[in-house]
């Protein structure tokens, strides 16, 4: 998961095999608060569309959908 912020870059990994829905949002908490950021700050929502394994993608999608449908930010798609 990355954050980007004027030039700032601000990133968090995990191997996390079969984990993606228990350790995103976590992910996602710890990315924001380093960034001093709140989901109503940000200008868009991206994920990325793929390839990949159809959970993760699902689970990717439906999560930037909540926060964007929340904060009333676009979705981008990011192939």
């Given at each position: 998961m990355a954050l980007v912020r004027g030039g700032e870059l601000f990133v968090e990994e995990?191997?996390?095999?079969?984990?993606?829905?228990?350790?995103?949002?976590?992910?996602?908490?710890?990315?924001?608060?380093?960034?001093h950021l709140s989901p109503e700050q940000m200008d868009a929502f991206g994920f990325g569309?793929?390839?990949?394994?159809?959970?993760?993608?699902?689970?990717?999608?439906?999560?930037?959908?909540?926060?964007?449908?929340?904060?009333?930010r676009p979705v981008v798609p990011v192939p």
């Open positions: 995990a191997l996390a095999e079969n984990r993606h829905s228990e350790l995103l949002v976590p992910m996602l908490r710890r990315v924001l608060d380093r960034a569309q793929g390839p990949g394994s159809f959970t993760g993608i699902r689970i990717a999608c439906g999560i930037v959908q909540g926060l964007a449908f929340a904060a009333n």
